[in-house]
Nanobody
């Protein structure tokens, strides 16, 4: 069974940090670009970051540039999202998604999705 599993979410104070992980089972991530997305109730899912299959290229939403960093360890079949200087507006369910195309522009283009992990930034 092909599966992505996110972990690492939780409650953190403003200014704090979290590292999300996205682990694959049933397939290797080597050839897949990985996108990170987030969603809050009543809003559309928004793209946060994407990292190419090699890890050589990353892109970020303007709202997280300079604070979030995507990386990958293909040997561990895992991709990470390091989130620093967290703000209350970063509160959301975070998802990772995989696609064989290199960082496709549309959320709908990603083939495999994880179940999401909650990130709450609050004092």
């Amino acid at each position: 069974q092909l599966q992505l599993v996110e972990s690492g979410g939780g409650l953190v104070q403003p200014g704090g940090s979290l590292r999300l992980s996205c682990a694959a089972s049933g397939f290797t991530l080597d050839y897949y670009a990985i996108g990170w997305f987030r969603q809050t109730p009543g809003k559309e899912r928004e793209g946060v970051s994407c990292i190419s299959s090699s890890g050589g290229s990353t892109n970020y939403a303007d709202s997280v540039k300079g604070r979030f960093t995507a990386s990958r360890d293909n040997a561990r079949n895992t991709v990470y999202l390091q989130m620093n200087s967290l703000k209350p507006e970063d509160t959301a369910v975070y998802y990772c998604a995989a696609d064989l195309n290199e960082c496709p522009p549309s959320t709908a283009d990603f083939e495999f999705w994880g179940q999401g992990t909650q990130v709450t930034v609050s004092s």
